[in-house]
């Protein structure tokens, strides 16, 4: 069935580093959403892409969706301990009459101070 | 708007026990899901529905039933709680479902379920 792997699994990167997480579709995906989970909390929609090449930016955030639209990135730009979480992705389920999100297993992202 | 509410926060079941997962939206959303997360597993959804009195099954539907009987509310039964259900438990709901529209999904705060 359709998958969307998505890795690292964890990463710790220091207060100011960079971080990137990736994710890979094993089918086309009309859409991919991002989602950031922090500790103890709920999964937040971050942002939505769509387009094929599509690139989004929220302040540090860099959101990309590949040209083939089977893989896209997340990347935050010198990192902040409020960056702390765990950071999914999500495509749409395309097969037959279903209806439904298939989410990465994500990226648990630490900052250390 | 209260946005997507779950009862209970927490919950500690015995093995064979039953009991209902609530949730609700305040929000008139077509599309509602119910999703367990897993250490290292992500989130995976357990039932959908696209409208009251329409409910469908996603990954691993076994042992839980829903039902929506109106727009607004979407429970999950549990008929007979396992060890492999302790998990955590979120309830979400969408403005609608569309291949390439926005529909962006909104979660409940979760219900935290362990059984004996």
């Known amino acids: 069935g359709q998958q969307v792997m998505q890795i690292p699994q964890y990463q710790h990167v220091q207060e100011g580093e960079d971080f990137t997480t990736y994710c890979n579709s094993s089918?086309?995906?009309?859409?991919i959403q991002w989602y950031k989970q922090r500790p103890g909390g709920h999964p937040v929609f971050l942002i939505q892409l769509v387009k094929s090449g599509e690139v989004k930016k929220q302040k540090r955030l860099t959101f990309q969706f590949g040209e083939a639209k089977k893989n896209s990135s997340l990347h935050i730009t010198a990192t902040q301990t409020t960056d702390v979480g765990t950071y999914f992705c999500a495509g749409p389920l395309s097969s037959g009459s279903a209806r439904q999100l298939t989410f990465g297993s994500g990226t648990q992202l630490t900052v250390l101070p | 708007n209260a946005g997507v509410t779950q009862t209970p926060k927490f919950q500690v079941l015995k093995t064979g026990q039953s009991m209902t997962l609530q949730c609700a939206q305040d929000m008139n959303h077509e599309y509602m899901s119910w999703y367990r997360q897993d250490p290292g597993m992500g989130l995976r959804l357990i039932h959908y529905s696209v409208g009251a009195g329409i409910t469908d099954q996603g990954e691993v539907p076994n042992g839980y039933n829903v039902s929506r009987s109106t727009t607004e509310d979407f429970p999950l039964r549990l008929l007979s709680a396992a060890p492999s259900q302790t998990s955590v438990y979120f309830c979400?709901?969408?403005?609608?479902?569309?291949?390439?529209?926005?529909?962006?999904?909104?979660f409940g705060p979760g219900t935290r379920l362990t059984v004996t």
């Open positions: 089918t086309t995906l009309s859409n």
């Open positions: 979400a709901s969408s403005a609608r479902w569309g291949a390439a529209d926005h529909y962006e999904q909104y």
